[in-house]
């Protein structure tokens, strides 16, 4: 698993570390290892011309001293001191070994931008001269590689607020900070190379965490040899109505696609039709009244995609919601519920699937500051519901309280069409029946999710179907590469 820090938890560890460390080590680590990652970027060090971007802090010394390193091995060096002060040391040593001070117009000429204009504690938008030479350096024609956390995001929320650099690749010392993992600061920061500077004894309980292929490995159900398809979990769906009829059959695919032992679909005549035809493995109950009394005993239910909004869909949410198994609300069942949160009261565990403008309604906030700041109103959202919040989007977060907000990074922008939200309802209602805790159902759903969407794309669009149709690939994936070595990053071996 993968885990990450706000600002404030890193700069405790760190100064646990500093405590056992001869005065400068520390940063003598972080330097070394920022020049380690460069030196192979330039390909030739030897004549090759790097630029620094030095502001007044830590992060300014560390890009100096990794300039100073380049230097030494050939490298033509140069420095924007772009701040009120100077780590003092950390200039000499560039001085000594040929680096030279220069002005804004060497952004230009440069092979390698090393961001070092503010650092981990910095907040709000960039002022001036930063949030100029941070548009000169997206501009300029060079790799931009930045230290520890782009600059203009936020490194514990992820929250860019004007200006700031979009790297290549960010070096970031110790552990990830939790704005490397969610957007929009995600979108900045390129590939992450991460230093081990000897932080991992000192760090605490992580902020947020986004599982990997080992992770999703030991979570995902496995039938027992003497599983049968109701020990595999019964899932209950109600969704679909007369006009959108394809959102009953594409949650119905992601849960069969996603190993439940069987569906117990429940919906009117017009979807019932089309579930019929594309799934029969399904067991379907035609409802000509809103009544889940005869649908039959299930271990979760998925509520919502397509049912409608009117006073049949109302008095069929309140009867999935007034059962004692967990459910997940999506879609229509959002709206549901926004209008009536007295819906949400219940003992039963809740998994909510909402995009932010669902969200918004949920929680009268405003869209675009969801969409800037989504730890935050997804927290906020299940310590006020008093549920699981998968909010989805361009990062996908799981929330719940009192536990570390799990960041998905296995989506692809392709994933952006209709229909594909039902297929995740089904795949997370799917582990819901099978068991899984509403943190870990949305957490594997979303990762199983957006591998299959990237599977199905594979670089071009896709359908909804697409997805529920490579489900099986993702999970054999995660089966054949599981284990404890295996990084989130190689997930981006697959084409987007």
Known sequence: MRTAYTADQIRAAEQGLMATLPEGALMQRAAAGLAA????????????????????GDNGGDALYAAARLARRGARAEAVLAGARTHQAALEAFLAAG??????????????????????????????????????????????????????????????????????????????????????????????????????????????????????????????????????????IAAGSDLYTGAAVLAVGGALRAGAGMVRYAGPSAPIAQVRSHWPEAVVTELDHPSIAEVGRVQAWVLGPGLGTGDWAHELAAQVLASDVPVLVDADALTLVARDRGLLRRAAPVLITPHAGELSRLIRADRDQIEGRRLEHARRAAAELGVTVLLKGSTTVVAEQDRPVRVNGTGTSWLATGGTGDVLSGVAGSLLAQGLSCYDAGSCGAYLHGLAGRIAACGAPLTAADVAAALPSAIRAVKARGGPGFALDHVGELPN
């Open 37 to 56: 990652v460069c030196a192979p970027l330039l390909g030739r060090v030897y004549g090759s011309r790097v630029l620094v971007l030095v502001g007044s």
């Open 99 to 236: 680096g030279r001070v220069a002005d804004a117009t060497a952004i230009e000429h440069a092979d390698l931008v090393i961001d070092g204009l503010v650092g981990i504690g910095a907040a709000g938008a960039l002022r001036e001269p930063y949030a100029g030479l941070a548009l000169a350096a997206n501009a300029a024609p060079a790799m931009v590689v930045a230290v520890d956390v782009p600059s203009g995001v936020d490194a514990g929320t992820g929250a860019v607020e004007g200006a700031a650099i979009e790297a290549q690749v960010t070096v970031t010392m110790g552990a990830y900070k939790t704005g490397l993992l969610v957007d929009p600061g995600a979108a900045h920061v390129g590939a992450v190379e991460l230093i081990d500077i000897g932080l991992g004894p000192y760090l605490p309980d992580p902020d947020v965490a986004a599982l990997t292929h080992g992770d999703l490995d030991v979570l995902l159900p496995r039938p027992a040899g003497e599983s049968d398809k109701y020990r595999r979990g019964v899932l209950g």
